[in-house]
Structure formats: C-alpha cells, structure tokens
C-alpha cells in the first residue's frame, strides 16, 4: 500500500466569490522511502499538494489517502493525530517557537504525544540534536541561531516524533546557497539512514538533482512525473 | 510544559501581562478594600445601633400592625403606639429562663419630649421671690435689671402688636398699661412694701409677654435606668451621676444639651470653632459661617438684655479696652464684639468665655436642677412631669451623632406618667389636685368682690397638696386687667407655678414597681451577637409556645433606614465591584485577545506540528490563571496593607451624620481572612470567564496558517 495516494484531486480556493481552482485532478502515489521534490513554477499549485499531504488542508473533491485513510473524511482530532503522529513538518520560515529553546523545541512534539518517559524525550531529543550538529547549541533561543542552524533545528523537530512521512515546503527558500546544499544533504542522509519519506517543494534546480524523484505541476496539474 | 510555555509566553509578551496583571492587581486590591469598608461598615452600623439604645433584639407586641423602628422613621421623631408588652417581668423571666445566650432584658418606651426652659425675666423674678434676704446691691442690681427688661419688652410688644400679634384694642390697652406701671418710678419705688403683689403683677402681666424661642426638643427612652446603663455599653456618663437605683430621674444627652440647653451665641460659637477646625474653611470664605457670626450680631441686643444692669456697667470698660473702642455701653460693644473675622476669631472666643460668659446663664439647666419635662401623651395631649437632672452622659464614640444624640434617658415611672400611663398614686394625685385648682378657680370666679383679691389663694403643687410657698394675689390696679380673661392668666399661672416649683417625687421604687407598668418595647442583649438568628427564632419559639402576643425582631428590622443604609451601602459597593469586574473582563478580554491575535501564526505552528485544540485552550487558561493567581496575590497582599494601615489610622468621617454609621469619628477597617479568599477567587474567575472568548478565538486558528510564507 502506497503511503500517500491522490486520485483525480481537486483544490479550489474560494477568492472575492470567485473558485480558484489550484490543483485540477491529481493523481499520483508515493511509497514509503522515496525522496521526492515537487517542482513548478510560482501558483503551479505546490504549497497545496504539500498542505493535503501535511492534512492542514483538504481536498475539495478526488481522493486522498495518508496510510490508507481518506483525509477527507476525518475530523479536526484525527487530522491532528495525524500530523502528530505520522508526519514531520519543516516550513519554508523555519517556524521555531521563539520563547523556547533548541531543545525545548525539538522536545515539543514529544511532549504532545505524550507516549515517552522524560529520560527518554531527553535521549531522543539529543540524539536528533546531536544528528543536525547542534548539541552545543542546545541551550539556545532560535533567535541565537542563523537560519541554516534554525532549519536544522526545524528538521530535527520533524524527525523527533519517528514519523513515515516529512513534509518541507520550501525548506531551502531562506537559506543561501551554501546552507541550502547542507539542509538538502542532510535531508538526504536521513531519507538513506533512517529510511523516512521525504516530500519536499522547491524551485531552486541545484536542490532538484538531489531528489530521487521530481514531480512537476503546472497550472494544478501534473506535467511531468520522473524518477532517476 | 504548558506551564513552563506559559510562564515563557508571559514574559515574552510583557506588555500585555503589565495590562492584565494591572487590572487583576487593581481590581483585587479595590475588592479587599472595598469588602473591608462594607465589612466595617456594617459592624459599625451594627455596634452603633446595638449598643446605643436598640440592642440585639427588640420584642414589641404584635397585636398593632406597626412598623417600629428605635430611632423613629424617615420623618424623625414619629414613634406610633405600638402598644405594650403585656406583662413585662414574666416575659422577661420567661426569656431569661429559658433562652440560652440573652444577657439581659431592658425594658424601654420611646417618646418625644420637649423642654421649655425659664426665660431671664423668670429666673430673676424667681431669684427676687426665692432670695428676699440677699444683699441689697444684689437686690437693687435685680430689680434694675427687671425694669430695663420691662422697657425692652415694652419697644418689641409695640412693635408686635402691631405686627404678628393681632392683639385687640382692649388688651393693647390693658398691657400697655402694665408694661408703663412696670418702669414707673412709683411701681419701684413701692416693690419692697408690697413685694408679694409687686412680684406676682410681673409675673402674671410682664414675664408672659416675653416670647421664649429657646425651646428644645428631644427623644428619650424611658426605661430602668441601671439595667440600660449596665446592658448598653457605649453610654458613658461625661457630668453627673447616673440616675441612682429605684430613683426617678434624667439624663441628658451630652449632645442635645450642648447644642439646645446652652445659650445659643455659644452653641454658635462652638460650630464655627468645630467647622474651622475639622473642615479646615476659614470664616470668609463661608457663607455658613457668616451666616452663624450675623445671627450672633443680631442676637446682641437681646442677649445684652441678659446682663444685669450692675455687670453690664462694670463690663463695658473691660469690652472697650478689649475692643480699643473709646467708648460706648455694653449693649452698644456687644454687637461689634460678635462681628467676628478669622483674624479675631480665637481671641474673641476666649473672651466670650472668659469674661462675659459667667455673667449670663451658659446653660439653662444644670445637673442637680428640677425641671418640667413636656411631652406628648399617647392621646396626643401635651403632659408635664417635673423631673431631676441627674446626669449628662454621651454614646461613646458616636457623641457627635445626632441620630443617637437627640435621645437622653428617663425612669419608666416618669416615661408612663408623661405618655399617659398612670400609676394609682399617681392617679389619685392627679384626681386630688384638679378638684383643688377647679376649688380655687371656682371660689375665684365667684368673687368679684374687691375683698377677694386681698386673700390668698392656694395654689397647689404636685405632691404636696396646699402648701403656702406661693401666693397669689393682685391688687386693686390688677383688677380690672383680670376681669379681662382672669381663668386663663390665672391658669397659666399655676401651671407655670406647680412647674417651678422643684417638688419631685423622691420616693425609691423597686425594681418589681418599676418593671411592673406599662412597657412598650424591649431591647433584649446577647452574649454572644453572632448567634443572633438562632437566639431569635428560639425567642419566637417560646413567643409561640406561651401563646404571647409578641413580636421579636433583631436590630436591622427596628433600627429604620439606619439597618437599611447597610444594606444600602453593601448594595452600592456591590453594584461598584460588579462594574469595575465588567470593565475589568472587558479589558482581559481585550488583552488576551491582542496577545492571542499576534501568536496567530505561533498557534498555527502548533496545531500544524500536532497541537490539539484542547492544547491551546489549555495554553492559554494557563497563561492567564497565571497571572491573574500571581498579580491577585499582590492585589491582595497590598489591599491588606492599605487596610491594615487604615485599621490603624482610621478613614475620617466626612460628617456628623456618617459618624454613626462609622461609629464614630473615624471608621477604621478591618477585613476577614473569608474576604480575602472571595476577593482572590473572583478576581482569577473573572479572568478565566475574560479569556473565553480569546480562547474561542485562539481554537479555530486553522494550522494551514504555519504553511504560509512570512
């Protein structure tokens, strides 16, 4: 069973009484593993598919299924479970809560999981921390923290929880270009090490030839769909 | 983590935690006080209705369908009949028997009084009749001092008569006439020779012409004077003894005697000391004070009418010196000494006691006097009962009140006798004196003849039946001014007479006699005040269980709008707290809702990255329980300061009138730990109840709001 499966999706957004459709009949499929870029230009659609997939958004009609269940049909709970549980996100603005620090940030899903002992939130969040090269920096505020650092920070957030799935819209948008391949690599030797599915947006082409599959939209639809 | 998320959020965001912290701060802190004034308000009310004349209960009979209240209603001073307690001593043994926690029954009635006190031509004429054997310097001062009151009398009757008066032709004749024989040389010439028929024309023609604006009026409580003095603990004797066990008598109130027994230009300047000194005014910049400083100057005349002729001389030097006026009499100086400025204020005060104030009379009744108290029976005639002046006492405390300062303390012997209860003695007395005045009255009437006018007529005092210390008589020139109206001048004049006469009843009553008669109320005293609902429902138990005719109603019930304005303060002061809340939940509202508006993106993080709802929702109670829990705890700690400093200091009465319900001149607060507790639980429920909406808010924050790009 594919863990993310779209059939003939549909988006649309409702601006100023006008629908604005933004995906227009999706259908595709990603197995557990892969690393996979969605590639288009500005408006192609891509922050939608990764808001379906991320189960912050719906779909309007067609079929998506996370882990087998029609996202469409759960509730506001079940979708947070969802995210909680089984998916990683790393935004484009790193999205650190700026009171916390790295380590409370990164233990933050944990503790609303609520499932892990404290001495086991604090290996486990170490472990990560130590697994983006930030250990020294532990004790910080993201504000302390340069945004190469602060997205390592986000992605160990995102890895904490053990999820199949991570979502990053953008990951490398605010990076320059050196932090960007550093954030991509690092990405990429989880995805090889740990075996985590990564779905990631990007219109940046040196970060494409990382991915091990690129999927293209354009216009709310799949142009193109390749594996290498 | 919520917790430490939440302390992290506070500080973050400090602005918003200053506005609500403030308002939490400040509404507890208001709430503490505002609960400590209405909480000493209301003990104060309490002790000063208690403890003055009311008690903790009073029991009345419920046969009349009356509202009574102690202090009278709104009006002042109407006391209905409420009928009486039938059978007092039993009731009281009953209740003292059996009922737990009463420590004593004080039998009362409650009745208005009033008092009409000599006039100086009266008391130096009684001074002439009583003293014939003092020294002839004195004598002649007197009599001098008589004429020159005769002529003053003679300018204002003029004056009235042809005013006000509405006198008839033939009486203006007739007083014209005895006001013109009373400063002739020959009518003085002659007073020693026949001084009984001289005294007793000016009694009879002159001293009724001069008006008596000096009455006063006052309520007292009739009742067995020790047992209220012993059960009501804010009386306290300032002159005098108290009335002594099994003895008739009276006790002034301190605060009515002040202000309607003392001469008014001193009661005057009693207030204008008071008003500069506790107000802090000065006398130009008040018209009240101006206005008392003018009725002084136009009170002049007449009170230097008051010094005897011999004094007035001797003071006239004296005032010019004080004065540095070269000359002018002392009626003449009078009236500039009382215009009065701030800058002589102090001195001229001084003055007036010092020197001029001991040669008039400062107080028209002193302790130890005998004097015709007046009041009205219940079947609404005016009743007159000599009584002695034992004492002056005050209500400790809230001596400056005049709603308990207009009540003095009378025996209930005299208290029946004056409301129309008659004891058999006194009954029989009564019987016996009228058929002697009507004897007398008759026996007069009959004769016209010259004859009758030579002989003496007995007039009768109360107890003593006949007796010969006053005579009456009047001489041939009298004669045909009695024929005018002889019944009524000549009743007036005994009535005058059996009142100045200083016969009272001396004889000592036990305490079965006293108890045993007409008594309208009780005011019952607990040990224990707080077990009052308890005492009163076992009262009316056994109210209901003897099958008694009698109602028992605690303090509040019968103390009129005095138990109301606490419960009209408590009222206000709620309706205040209830605002400062609603503006207090409309301000945390609006604050946590700022707070929660700017984290907008920060929820959304949240909830993106697996936040729940209830997550967020707990969030922020978090938030705000912490800072109302922590700056209502400062709330409440400083509001215990300030009222614990103003328990020391006292918050200072703004009148006269609030002294009573502060008891006394100063309210000094206090605050219970329960208080404390319900101000501190309301201030975090108010904040909890402000955060909902924020919250309703915060929750639907969609977490599709991460996603989007700064």
């Known amino acids: 069973m594919a863990l993310i499966n779209f ?174 391949q550093n954030i991509i690599h690092l990405m990429r030797e989880l995805n090889r090490n740990e075996g985590t599915t990564f779905v990631f947006s990007t219109h940046d082409h040196r970060i494409l030839t990382e991915a091990k599959r690129i999927v293209t939209l354009e216009d709310g639809r799949i142009t193109s769909d390749e594996k290498r | 983590m919520i917790w430490n998320l939440a302390i992290r959020n506070l500080r973050a965001h400090k602005v918003q935690t200053f506005v609500v912290g403030s308002i939490v701060f400040f509404g507890t802190l208001i709430s503490v006080i505002g609960a400590a004034f209405l909480d000493s308000v209301s003990l104060a009310i309490r002790k000063s209705i208690t403890q003055s004349i009311a008690g903790d209960i009073q029991i009345y009979s419920s046969k009349k369908d009356v509202q009574f209240s102690v202090f009278g209603n709104s009006q002042g001073g109407d006391f209905p009949d409420i009928g009486q307690i039938e059978n007092f001593p039993e009731v009281k043994r009953a209740i003292l028997e059996n009922i737990p926690n009463v420590k004593e029954v004080v039998p009362q009635g409650i009745n208005f009084a009033l008092l009409n006190p000599n006039t100086t031509l009266d008391r130096l004429l009684t001074d002439l009749r009583n003293h014939p054997e003092t020294n002839a310097l004195v004598q002649a001062d007197t009599k001098e001092h008589v004429r020159t009151l005769a002529q003053r009398l003679g300018a204002t009757y003029e004056k009235n008569a042809l005013g006000f008066l509405k006198v008839t032709p033939e009486e203006l004749i007739t007083t014209r006439a005895a006001l013109a024989r009373a400063t002739s040389n020959p009518f003085w010439d002659q007073f020693d020779s026949n001084r009984n028929d001289s005294l007793e024309f000016l009694e009879n023609k002159i001293a009724p012409l001069e008006s008596n604006d000096a009455m006063s009026y006052f309520f007292y409580v009739g009742t067995t004077p020790e047992t209220m003095m012993r059960a009501f603990p804010l009386i306290e004797m300032v002159q005098g003894q108290p009335i002594p066990p099994g003895q008739k008598g009276f006790l002034f109130n301190e605060f009515v005697y002040e202000k309607t027994i003392k001469h008014k230009i001193a009661v005057r300047l009693d207030a204008i000391e008071k008003k500069l000194h506790t107000d802090h005014i000065t006398i130009s910049e008040s018209k009240e004070l101006q206005q008392k400083i003018q009725e002084n100057v136009n009170q002049a005349p007449e009170f230097a009418s008051e010094i005897s002729p011999r004094v007035s001389r001797e003071l006239a030097s004296n005032l010019q010196n004080f004065l540095s006026i070269a000359s002018g009499t002392t009626a003449e100086l009078l009236p500039q000494f009382f215009k009065m400025n701030d800058a002589n204020f102090a001195t001229r005060k001084a003055y007036f006691y010092k020197t001029i104030a001991p040669h008039i009379v400062l107080y028209r009744m002193k302790v130890g006097d005998v004097f015709p108290l007046t009041a009205v029976s219940r079947s609404g005639s005016p009743n007159s009962v000599n009584v002695k002046l034992y004492g002056i006492f005050r209500f400790k405390g809230i001596e400056n009140s005049p709603v308990s300062g207009y009540f003095s303390i009378l025996d209930i012997l005299t208290f029946r006798q004056l409301y129309g209860h008659m004891t058999p003695d006194r009954k029989a007395e009564t019987q016996a004196l009228e058929a002697e005045m009507d004897g007398a009255l008759s026996a007069f009437d009959a004769s016209n003849a010259s004859d009758l006018f030579n002989q003496n007529i007995a007039v009768t005092s109360n107890t003593e039946g006949t007796n010969s210390s006053s005579n009456s008589s009047s001489n041939s020139s009298s004669n045909k001014d009695s024929n005018a109206n002889p019944r009524s001048n000549e009743a007036q004049t005994r009535a005058k007479k059996s009142m100045n006469t200083k016969d009272v009843d001396t004889k000592n009553y036990t305490t079965q006699e006293m108890e045993n008669g007409v008594t309208p109320n009780a005011a019952i005293i607990l040990s224990n005040p707080n077990k009052l609902d308890e005492t009163l429902r076992n009262i009316r138990k056994l109210f209901a269980d003897k099958n008694w005719m009698l109602k028992a109603a605690p303090w509040i019930e019968v103390s009129g709008v005095l138990g109301q304005a606490a419960f009209v303060i408590k009222s206000i002061l709620l309706l205040f707290m209830t605002i400062v809340y609603f503006i207090g939940i409309f301000i945390v509202a609006n604050a946590v809702l700022m707070t929660t508006l700017q984290r907008t993106k920060e929820i959304g993080i949240m909830r993106a990255i697996g936040g729940h709802r209830s997550f967020i929702r707990k969030l922020i109670l978090s938030e705000v329980f912490l800072m109302s829990t922590i700056f209502g705890a400062l709330g409440v700690s400083a509001g215990l300061a300030i009222v614990t400093w103003l328990g020391v200091k006292g918050i200072p009465s703004p009148n006269e009138n609030l002294e009573f319900l502060f008891s006394g001149p100063r309210l000094y607060l206090s605050v219970s730990a329960s208080n404390l507790a319900i101000s501190y639980g309301v201030a975090v429920l108010v904040c909890l109840g402000a955060s909902l909406y924020p919250i309703r808010k915060a929750v639907k924050i969609q977490p599709i709001t991460a996603m989007r790009a700064d």
């Open chain 1, 7 to 180: 059939e003939n999706v549909y988006k649309s957004y409702r601006l100023d009484k006008v629908d604005v459709p933004a995906l227009r009949g999706v259908s595709m499929a990603v197995e557990n593993g892969e690393f996979l870029a969605v590639a288009g230009p500005s408006g192609s659609g891509k922050t939608t598919l990764l808001n379906l997939i991320g189960c912050v958004d719906v779909a309007t009609s067609g079929e998506l299924k996370i882990s087998g269940e029609n996202t469409s049909h759960l509730t506001d709970k079940q979708l947070t479970n969802l995210r909680l549980n089984k998916i990683g996100f790393i935004f484009q603005s790193f999205n650190l809560i700026p009171v916390l620090n790295i380590f409370d940030n990164v233990e933050f899903p944990l503790l609303l999981q609520k499932t892990l002992s404290r001495k086991e939130r604090v290996e486990r969040v170490r472990h990560y921390v130590e697994k983006v090269g930030l250990l020294e920096y532990i004790q910080h505020r993201p504000s302390e923290l340069s945004g190469g650092q602060r997205q390592r920070v986000a992605i160990a957030r995102a890895l904490v929880t053990l999820p199949s799935l991570v979502l990053a819209d953008e990951p490398t948008a605010n990076l320059d270009s050196e932090n960007a």
